[in-house]
């Protein structure tokens, strides 16, 4: 027993006792009446406080891990469980790090990472982060960049950088790592290059207003390339070439470079024309108010909007999409290129609701309502986009094939939920008016979290109280229109 096990039984205390009554001061602690030398004084401790924590974490982060796969490896040796199953208790172990955390299971896998470098490898970090003389990020730029040495030569990199741990930059101390594993172990270095060249990917993420990013992780030279290639191909755009009507088109042309450039590689990449309208199918889930203004709530959600999985947006933009779309009549096979779909929501507006299916897999109309209900993985802090619609209770149990026993997930935590310890259950069905939304409940061997479905229209808007007698304004119009016919 250790002189701080016995430190805590003579206290009465545990760990996790001392570090929520902390917890409770620092929440408690208030900042009126400090001088500006006090006010700087409490940024600074809290600072210190953070790396120290962090520290702390990542000990009881890797102890946590090695424990837990340490128990499955003797059950594989001993054969009791197949090669396949130890694997799926070792991805659960760190998903239970995910929710602990209250981060997504990448997140986690790296969290991990990073808390056994620091605790097996890289003392000297390790012991500047308990002082709290650096934040987690710079203790997390040297377990990076020394990712590729061997756990030797990583810890002579660590005592290299002792030096510049405190004092340098973020650029500078991962520049100074990035020498140390050069000038250590060059073919580890060019090995990690060609490595990350297997990981290239092209992914999309919202921005704000209204806008988005569209990356490309590729080789160096082939991205500068291609870069090198708009630049030139912009440039281009301004020397005439003998053409009349072309040449008149490219003067009136008043788009910056950087709108030209976006523009072109968004319509090669697209397949589209200039100018052509994207033909690609958004579903834009929107309020009655957006097609007809002036007939919405009075509870300020006349302009509803969302892109499922990317975010908000602003009715103006919606409609004016909507009259693009409608300028450009029929597409290049004679069919529109314009579907209007209604979506059926509980009568305020929250959640999205639905039939049920006799198929054992969620597949058609069912699975795409599902996708649009839960918009990404349910489970709380994975942002990753919806890759599996699972029943929550399983078919071999009873379990139907309903919106209510659906839940979207990521395809880490589908197979997560099929750890030991691991088990699903439906709170609410979300179908009843006033019922509240879909709700699962999500128990692992330490503990459990809720999984709610989100509003239909994202979290941040104004709540819609339920109106379930009278019909909806758009409704209304119709119904008048009607009339009148």
């Known amino acids: 027993m250790t002189h701080q096990s016995i430190t805590d039984q003579v206290s009465g205390t545990t760990v ?48 946590f891990v090695e424990e837990r796969d340490a128990r499955v490896a003797e059950m594989a040796a ?3 469980i197949s090669r396949r199953e130890a694997s799926l208790r070792r991805r659960a172990t760190r ?48 377990v990076r960049e020394t990712a590729c040495l061997s756990p030797e030569r990583r810890r002579e990199a660590d005592r290299r950088l002792a030096g510049g741990l405190r004092d340098l930059g973020d650029r500078a101390l991962a520049a100074a790592a990035h020498r140390a594993c050069v000038d250590l172990d ?14 290239r990917h092209v992914s999309v ?32 755009r301004h020397v005439a070439t003998g053409d009349p009507e072309a040449d008149a088109a490219a003067a009136a042309d008043e788009r910056g470079r950087g709108a030209w450039m976006t523009d072109t ?50 009715g103006d933009l919606a409609r004016e999409h909507v009259l693009r779309l409608l300028d450009e009549g029929d597409d290049r096979d004679g069919e529109t290129a314009l579907w209007l779909r209604r979506l059926w929501t509980a009568p305020y507006g929250r ?91 999500l128990t692992t061997p330490a503990g459990e979290v809720r999984c709610l479905a989100p509003p239909l229209l994202g979290l941040g808007r104004a709540e819609r109280r339920p109106v379930v007698e009278q019909p909806s304004a758009l409704e209304a119009r119709l119904l008048a229109l009607l009339d009148a016919a």
């Open 351 to 441: 959640d999205l609701v639905a039939v049920d299916s006799r198929r054992r897999l969620f597949a058609g109309r069912l699975r795409r309502l599902i996708e649009l209900r839960d918009a990404t993985c349910r489970v709380p802090w994975c942002d990753a986009p919806v890759r599996e619609v699972d029943h929550v209770r399983p078919v071999a149990r009873g379990g139907e094939t309903s919106a209510s026993n659906g839940m979207g997930v990521c395809q880490r935590h589908n197979l997560d939920k099929e750890a030991p310890g691991w088990r699903a259950e439906v709170i609410s069905t979300g179908l009843d008016p006033g019922g509240g939304p879909h709700e699962v409940r």
């Open 205 to 236: 993420r919202p921005a704000p207003d209204g806008m988005a990013w569209l990356s490309i992780l590729g080789p160096l030279v082939d991205v500068v390339g291609a870069h090198v290639a708009l630049r030139a191909a912009e440039q281009a």
């Open 78 to 80: 001993a054969e009791e």
């Open 186 to 199: 060059q073919e580890s270095v060019v090995e990690r290059r060609r490595r990350a060249a297997a990981s």
């Open 265 to 314: 590689a968004l319509e090669l990449l697209s397949g589209r024309a200039p100018g052509q309208a994207q033909p690609v199918e958004i579903g834009l889930v929107m309020s009655e108010g957006v097609l007809l203004p002036g007939t919405g709530s009075d509870a300020g959600g006349a302009d509803e909007v969302e892109v499922p999985g990317h975010g908000a947006l602003a």
């Open 95 to 142: 998903s239970e790090v995910a929710l602990a955390r209250r981060c997504s299971p990448g997140q986690a896998d790296r969290h991990v990472g990073a808390a056994r470098a620091l605790v097996h490898e890289l003392p000297g970090t390790m012991a500047v982060l308990t002082a709290g003389e650096i934040s987690e990020w710079r203790a997390t730029i040297v």
């Open 16 to 63: 996790p006792g001392r570090l929520r009554a902390v917890l409770a001061e620092v929440s408690a602690t208030g900042v009126d009446g400090l001088t500006e030398v006090e006010l700087l004084e409490v940024v600074a401790l809290l600072e210190m406080t953070k790396g120290a924590a962090a520290a702390a974490q990542a000990r009881a982060t890797a102890r």
